[in-house]
């Protein structure tokens, strides 16, 4: 029986690759269900390519336009709108949900995934970062697995595999540094979107990549650790290395440290997500240690703010994750279109932060609230 998978973003740069990763295994897998939210044409070729189940365009403008582009292929069921994304990952065949979405929006089909036992391939690490204490608690009630795609979670999943129980008394966290590693505050001060979006090592979605070149992603991906391995964050070091070799690593009891080498390529952590605990071929480059020699930095927390603040948030923990969260969406997507500064996103988020309520044991509808209120905040401050 081939593995049914439900991809929540197929059109980004994780669902195209996970796409790949499919076509490379097809006697394995099937995609029973493509989303995107606005590229319906794209979403219209893949879906001729791969003959899902079904397909969802979260944004209702252009349901009439998909419809119509598959008009000839009745086999495949259309919907639209941010509810069929929390139907879908509930149907029958489904057997992993890959949320491969970006932002908040990740969270309300992942928990509706979780409910339905769903295997959870997790991409979005904002879903964790907002509620990671609720979702840990619905995996574990609904018996779950979550498995890390994010290229460091994987690699520690990958360096935990055969250690059953042993303690883990370190996490080495690394970091590329993103393209502003070796800048001055006075150069970050004046670096726009587009300097922002080449990253060095990885090719990924806009959020994401202005996230690593903040190191908010980094700081993100602490909290998202802290949840799926139950390690606090001050047991979780990051380390800049700029040559995204060294995938991450865990430390135990004895001093031994295991780690997840290989060449940036996120393929490789979507298949093992899917294969777990198997290995597939991947057609793919490998790694040449005799290329480039391995460098190791401590991450600068006065210029790069957004990592501390992080911290900070996981520290203060409650909603206050959610809170850094969705300041984050607000002033990432105003700086990509040039309403805001890049050392002003840390500004902002660190104002929000102080305004915002602070919910000790948020439950779900609080997280909703914090969303919206944190989004408020931080928006009036941009004017
Ligand atoms: P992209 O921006 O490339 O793709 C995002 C996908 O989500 C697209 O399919 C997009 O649709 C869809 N989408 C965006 N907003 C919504 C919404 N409100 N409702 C429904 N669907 C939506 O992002 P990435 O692939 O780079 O990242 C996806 C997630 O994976 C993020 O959470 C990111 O942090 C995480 N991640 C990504 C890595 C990477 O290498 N790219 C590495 C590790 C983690 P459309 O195309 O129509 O806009
Ligand atoms: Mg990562």
Redesign the pocket.
């Known amino acids: 029986m081939k593995k049914q998978i439900c991809i ?8 195209t690759q996970a796409l790949d990763v499919i076509e490379q295994h097809s006697d394995l897998y099937e995609v029973y269900c493509l ?5 319906y044409e ?1 979403l219209a070729q893949q879906a001729r390519k791969f003959r899902p189940a079904a397909v969802v365009i ?1 944004n209702k403008d252009y349901y009439e336009n998909l419809k119509a582009l598959l008009a000839d292929m009745p086999d495949i069921k259309v919907y639209a709108g ?1 509810q069929a ?1 929390d139907e879908i990952v509930e149907a029958g065949p489904v057997d992993m949900v890959l949320t ?4 908040y ?2 969270l309300s089909p992942t928990i509706h995934a979780i409910r339905a036992r769903k295997t959870i391939c997790l ?4 879903t964790l970062v907002v509620a990671g204490e609720l979702i840990c608690r619905l995996a574990t009630q609904y018996n779950v697995n979550i498995l890390p ?3 460091e979670h994987s690699a520690i999943f990958q360096s935990l595999v055969g250690e059953g129980n042993n303690e883990i008394e370190k996490i080495l966290l690394t970091a590329s540094g993103g393209p502003f590693r070796k800048f001055t505050l006075e150069q970050m001060a004046d670096v726009k979107a587009a300097d922002a979006l080449k990253h060095p090592t ?1 090719d ?5 990549t202005i996230d690593s070149a903040s190191m908010m992603n980094k700081g993100f991906e602490v909290i998202e650790a802290k949840w799926l391995f139950g390690v606090e964050a001050d047991k979780i070091q990051v380390l800049v290395h700029p040559q995204s070799i060294v995938h991450s690593a865990v430390q135990f009891a004895d001093g031994g440290v295991k780690a997840q080498l290989g060449v940036p390529d ?1 393929r490789l952590p979507i298949q093992y997500a899917f294969s777990y605990p198997d290995r597939l071929s991947l057609n793919a480059p490998r790694l040449d240690l005799f290329k480039q020699p391995l460098e190791f930095f401590e991450p600068d927390m006065k210029k790069f703010r957004c990592l501390a603040m992080a911290y900070e948030a996981i520290r203060q923990g409650g909603n206050m994750p959610c809170v850094v969260n969705a300041a984050n969406e607000i002033v990432n997507e105003a700086f990509r279109h040039d309403r805001c500064g890049f050392l002003q996103m840390a500004d902002i988020i660190e104002a929000t932060m102080q305004k915002a309520t602070f919910i000790t044991k948020p439950t779900y509808d609080d997280y909703v609230a914090t969303d919206a209120e944190a989004r408020r905040i931080a928006a009036e401050m941009l004017g």
Do not use: F, H
């Open positions: 929540l973003g197929s059109t980004g740069s994780i669902g989303t995107a939210n606005n590229r794209m979260a941010a994304l491969a979405m970006v932002g929006a990740g991409a979005n690490k904002e795609v994010d290229s990885w990924m979605g806009a959020k994401i996120m």
